[in-house]
Structures are given as structure tokens and as C-alpha cells.
């Protein structure tokens, strides 16, 4: 597409962008999106003392903070859920059940404006960690305490080694699945422990395709931004020492996302080639503050998960499971409504299009870039908007696929090439003469990278800055 048409349809766009990206969610009630983090530990990710038999918890030898704190300060930085996720250990569940669950009452009492969640890091059987979000019953501390005590990894004592196998994964999500009210699961920072592009460690794709494969509602994405990003910062805030942005220590974050989601045609879209619902998410992995000697961000100080729901328990829960997100770090942006349209049909973020074959598919962006300084005091702005289409072929034979080679940037928009819309950037495009399934999803950042580099040990997170959305699956009928 030539500039000058880029600059013709965002022109039109401008003049119909709230109907085009909102009539595809005009149903939506009393939607709209909430920021939140669903990966934060408190002081009950504990320490361990193993001088006596069995292990004995250490109240604060992990993470420091009360959940109320964590509440605190996720309301202090424009969040309105979170989930209070603290890992295990030996008889760790009776910690979570017993001091971690109480607290978590309190807090809720003491910081309303937040929705808060029960879950945990889960100490994930032969893989890395996840989180478990509970949904929000009358029974959430046992449920959580059924899954914990009966699979976590690291629950037994004396240590059971068949705990920590993929097998006992699927073990756990199949019970997860068949539960009444079934909670989600998302993988931790997958890529932590690669030692390269494509050489996984703990998560490997085949892995993170059998969790799919076995829990599809459960086992639904994985974290695209890590946290621990605050790593380059210590107490004082104004000290660069040694240190790789997620913990990366060996194959680096790009853009300060994981690179099975950064990569382009990488893993990510090999999964949503699949036509998988496969999701990606944003959070701080917050332990102890930066300021206060960690290597952490507090809960929405820099990266957000977004989700276009009401401000409750079971919709929030319901749009993360369904895909209704997309993801930010340094308050980039704080709106991102993106419109799939042919024939008098639309889908949104998260959903699905039926597409009659060889027809058109309007694609309409519309981006709040809000006003004003983020926490580190910057007025970040949008240097360009990127949109990604894939095809979707179906499920591949070879579960060790990590790349998609249909995936391309359909067309790229800088500020000469889209129009505003008072407080909005608006970007459109069309996809010709759809003769695929395919899916589409859109990226965004304030850098001139034109695909994000590794993150260099010594980088200042706050100018590298990047967006994304979930997919929106087109279907060829």
C-alpha cells in the first residue's frame, strides 16, 4: 500500500473511528479496559529454614511486602485488579491456606477499589513457574489448597522427584480442567532459562502445547513482558549496575518482552497459526522495590495487562481466559481498540471474524496516547504502530515448532500515516481478497526499531518502550 493511500483511509477513519471500533463491542455493557497484574508476591513467599526437619517457613525471606501494600500501590499506579501469587515449598500450601489466604481477606477490605484475586506462582511440574488465577468463590482458599498440596513441585517433604515432571503437569491441568469453576493458568517468564534464540530451557514449545492441548481454558498464554525489569536499578534510583532486564542473564529480553513473544513469526505465532487461543500478558514479578534495594517495579509502575471487561471478579477473569488484552510497558498507551470488519460483521481483540471468502477486511486501530507523565515523570509518545497478519493452517504434526513463516507486518504507520481523533491516534488498513484463515494482531512502540533488538545488560527500560495486542482470528467461510 502506497503512503498516500495509508494517508487517504486513516483520513476516513478519523472521521468514523469511534462507530468502526466500537460497534464491534457494542454489546459490551459496562466493559471497558482495566489495567491490572496477576504475577506480584507478598511477604508469604516465604524463605526456608532447613535446619530443622521438615523445612520451617521464614516469613518474608522471598518477598517483603503485606498484600495490602501490594494493593496500595497497585491503586497508587492506576490498577484495577491484581492477583496475589506466592510460590511453594515444602507444606507450602498450608502457608498460603493458613496466612497468605487471611491476609488476602484483610486486604481486600482495606483496598476495595482493587480487585483481588487468589493464586499463586505455581512451582510447575517439569517447567518453569506459572500463575494460578482462582476464580472468586466461597471456596477459593480450598480449591487453591487442592490444587497446591495435591501437584505443586516443591510441596513434598521429603522432595518427591515424580512431583517434578511434565506428566504430573498434564496430571494437574486435567484436574484443574475438571473442576466446577476452573481456574487459569499462565506460563512464568518462559523463555528465563533459554541460553538462546530457539534454544529453550525450562518452557519448551512442545511443553507449552501439551499444557494447551490438555486445559485449553486453563492453560491459556504466558507472560510476553516479564517482570523483574527494574534490574538495572538500585536503592536512590539513579545507579546502573550489572544486571539483564526479567532476569535474562543469558538470552536477552527484546523490547523487554520474552522472545517467544517478540520474535516475529516466532513462537507466539506459530501457536496462533494453529488457530490456538493462546494469549500473552504483561506484569511485574514484584518481590522487593528497586527503590528499596530489589529488582522490581511496584504492581503497574511500568508494564500493565489490560482486559476489556467489567470491574469484577468473574469478567475479568473471563476476558483474560478469553484473550480480551493487550499489553503495555511505561504507560505507552492506556487504550488500544482494534475492529476487524467485512460485511457488515466486526470482531474485536480476543475474538473472531467470519469472513466470506474473497472479500475484504477492514482493519481499524484506534490508540489513546494519554496525556501526561508516566511514573518516571516521561511523556512517552507513539513512533509507529505495526500491523501483523498470519495465516492459521491448523494444528502442525511437529509439536517443536517454534516459527510461523506467514507471518509479515502488513503495513506500518508513523505519525505522517495516521490521523487523531482527539485524544487518539487512528490507523486503518485492509487485508485484499481474504482467501486464508488468518489472524491479525498489532504492536506499537516509541523506539525507531523497525523489530525489537536484545536488551543490552545496562539498558534503562523507560526508553524502550512497546505495546501489543492479542489476536483477532479472521475464518474464511
Not at 6 to 11: C, E, G, M, N, P
Not at 68 to 84: D, E, F, H, P, Q
Not at 260 to 279: H, I, Q
Not at 324 to 344: K, N, Q
Amino acid at each position: 500500500m502506497t503512503p498516500l493511500r495509508r494517508v487517504a483511509l486513516a483520513a476516513l477513519a478519523a472521521s468514523l473511528s469511534t462507530a468502526a471500533c466500537t460497534s464491534a463491542i457494542s454489546n459490551a455493557g459496562g466493559r471497558s479496559w482495566v489495567a491490572g497484574d496477576h504475577h506480584i508476591h507478598s511477604r508469604w513467599s516465604v524463605g526456608w529454614n532447613t535446619d530443622v526437619i521438615p523445612p520451617t517457613p521464614i516469613m518474608g525471606g522471598d518477598a517483603i511486602y503485606p498484600i495490602a501494600t501490594n494493593a496500595l500501590m497497585a491503586r497508587k499506579y492506576g490498577l484495577s485488579w491484581m492477583v496475589a501469587t506466592d510460590h511453594g515449598g515444602p507444606n507450602h500450601s498450608k502457608v498460603n491456606l493458613e496466612m497468605a489466604y487471611p491476609e488476602l481477606v484483610a486486604a481486600r477490605k482495606t483496598v476495595p477499589e482493587v480487585i483481588q484475586f487468589y493464586g499463586m506462582e505455581f512451582d510447575t511440574p517439569g517447567a518453569d513457574h506459572s500463575s494460578i488465577i482462582v476464580p472468586h468463590t466461597h471456596d477459593e482458599a480450598a480449591k487453591l489448597h487442592e490444587i497446591e498440596s495435591g501437584f505443586a513441585a516443591r510441596e513434598a517433604w521429603p522432595p518427591d522427584s515424580l512431583r517434578n515432571t511434565e506428566p504430573k503437569m498434564l496430571e494437574a491441568l486435567s484436574h484443574m480442567r475438571d473442576m466446577e469453576r476452573p481456574p487459569v493458568v499462565i506460563a512464568h517468564h518462559p523463555s528465563r532459562s533459554a541460553t538462546g534464540i530457539g534454544v529453550y530451557g525450562l518452557d519448551a514449545p512442545a511443553e507449552l502445547r501439551a499444557w494447551n492441548n490438555t486445559a485449553p481454558k486453563v492453560a491459556v498464554g504466558m507472560e510476553g513482558s516479564p517482570g523483574h525489569q527494574a534490574m538495572v536499578f538500585r536503592a536512590g534510583g539513579d545507579t546502573i549496575a550489572p544486571g539483564s532486564r526479567g532476569g535474562y542473564g543469558r538470552q536477552p529480553t527484546m523490547g523487554g518482552y520474552d522472545q517467544m513473544t517478540a520474535r516475529l513469526g516466532g513462537f507466539w505465532d506459530s501457536m496462533l497459526g494453529e488457530g490456538r487461543r493462546w494469549w500473552v500478558t504483561a506484569n511485574s514479578d514484584s518481590h522487593v522495590n528497586w527503590r528499596e534495594g530489589g529488582a522490581d517495579f511496584w504492581p503497574g509502575e511500568y508494564s500493565k495487562t489490560y482486559v476489556f471487561a467489567e470491574k469484577e471478579h468473574d469478567d475479568i477473569l473471563d476476558g483474560v481466559r478469553s484473550g480480551r488484552i493487550f499489553v503495555t510497558t511505561g504507560d505507552l498507551i492506556s487504550e488500544l481498540w482494534v475492529a476487524a470488519a467485512s460485511g457488515g460483521a466486526e470482531a474485536a481483540i480476543g475474538g473472531e471474524l467470519a469472513v466470506e471468502s474473497g472479500a475484504d477486511v477492514t482493519i481499524t486501530v484506534r490508540i489513546k496516547d494519554p496525556v501526561g507523565p508516566n511514573s518516571h515523570g516521561d511523556d512517552p509518545t507513539v513512533r509507529r504502530v505495526d500491523v501483523i497478519v498470519g495465516e492459521v493452517n491448523g494444528h502442525l504434526d511437529d509439536p517443536t515448532v517454534d516459527t510461523n513463516p506467514t507471518t509479515r507486518v502488513l503495513a506500518r504507520f508513523s505519525s505522517a500515516e495516521w490521523s487523531r481523533s482527539g485524544d487518539y491516534i487512528v490507523v486503518t488498513t485492509t487485508i485484499p481478497a481474504l482467501a486464508h484463515n488468518m489472524y491479525v494482531r498489532i504492536r506499537g512502540t516509541n523506539t525507531t526499531e523497525l523489530e525489537p533488538l536484545d536488551d543490552g545488560r545496562d539498558e534503562d527500560p523507560w526508553t524502550d518502550l512497546w505495546f501489543y495486542s492479542n489476536p483477532i482470528f479472521l475464518k474464511v467461510r
